[in-house]
């Protein structure tokens, strides 16, 4: 369970740390979008790494990473 992404409790509940760092840093998370790691390792933290972008753009960024081509 989580996908590999490291994970915490907050406030009771077990939340990637992932969107508690992105949260902190740039705010609210609309529900339509994801957070991606624009490095492509899940167990990233770093804030500069972290951005908003659909699930469609994730899918492609993935696909993209997974051919070995730059975004």
Do not use: W
């Not at 790691?37 to 167990?43: A, K």
């Not at 972290?50 to 990473?65: G, M, Y």
């Amino acid at each position: 369970r989580g996908g590999g992404y490291p994970r915490m409790s907050l406030g009771g509940q077990t939340v990637a740390v992932h969107k508690v760092v992105f949260t902190h840093f740039h705010g609210f998370i609309p529900g339509k979008k994801q957070v991606d790691h624009t490095c492509r390792n899940r167990l990233c933290l770093n804030p500069g790494h972290l951005e908003l972008v659909t699930h469609l753009e994730n899918q492609k960024r993935r696909a993209r990473a997974n051919r070995g081509e730059s975004s």
